[in-house]
């Protein structure tokens, strides 16, 4: 089984298992896990932000983001196809009474600053104001792109300038980092808070990171105690994300895999896959004429596993546990299946 439905699915390695067994812990809630307390230092350093705070999942850490820096009934500034707008199960509305105004970022992925502009709402008697803008590196639902520094920085900046704080959604920024050669330090510059996934590309069996200040910090930790995400023993799952941390540099082998994988399955008739820019990889199938589901049927019947990413578009997504052979593998095999209908 070639499995590419996400980047989710990796497996520990040898190394993150010995780790967490052997991992020092502590009661974590009273901040006596010296793992998880070496683990938030190192990702606030990666980022150079002066804290960090380990959460359960990526969505826990954007939600507790969303609530540390908004008031609520105030609006938040995301895009329309942003994950923590589609797929956080409306946490924004639900656990932070926010209103989203939705802006399009198109294929660039972040807004202009004149967006930002325009979807930013001063408060007043009769408004309730803008209380965050939301931004996503890579941005996963366009297709894992890549967004430069400087697009970052132009919306971030325009927000400030009106007094908005920015929370950017990282769950792949390292993918970004790597596929565009930048430093973590330089793309998180201009946002007040960073959320990472340990557990993506990273291979992490759990967790992801909060960096921000050291004030915002203290908030996302009462926060994050709200939201049930107190952990005791934390260390045990804390060392995996450790071991993770080094994982950093060999995404570029993913990024690399998802290339050879998308000019491949470009060769076959019928089917249009743009060269991506990280290690997600979108199929669209219409020329074929096979709609998502019947594009990921035809996958599975040749052991291959991908995700529907729209009517005709379907996502594959190269990993820590797919070699070189593999994804040439898989194209083999699509495209016999393609071609034998
Ligand atoms: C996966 C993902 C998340 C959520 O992470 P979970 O750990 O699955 O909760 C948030 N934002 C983006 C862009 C993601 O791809």
Known sequence: MIDLRSDTVTLPSDEMRQAARDADVGDDVYGGDPTVNELEARAAE??????????????????????????????????????????????????????????????????????????????????????LLCLENTHNARGGIAIPKTDIDAAAQAAHDLGIPVHLDGARVLNACVALDEDPVAMAEHADSVMFCLSKGLGAPVGSMLVGTEEFIEDATRVRKQFGGGMRQAGIIAAPGLVALENIDRLADDHANAKILAEGLDAVEGLSVPTPDTNIVVVDSEAAGMTSDEFVELCESVDVLGGGFGEYHTRLTTNLNVSREDVEEAVERIADAVESR
């Open 46 to 131: 990666l980022f150079g932000k002066e804290a960090g705070l380990f959460v359960p999942s990526g969505t826990m850490g954007n939600q507790i983001a969303a609530r540390v820096h908004t008031a609520p009934g105030q609006e938040a500034l995301v895009d329309a196809k942003a994950h923590v707008y589609k797929w956080e199960v409306g946490g924004f509305a639900q656990l932070s009474s926010l209103q989203v105004r939705a802006y399009d970022a198109g294929e660039r992925g972040a807004p202009t600053p004149e967006q930002v502009r325009e979807g930013a709402r001063e408060e007043s008697l009769h408004i309730a104001g803008t209380g």
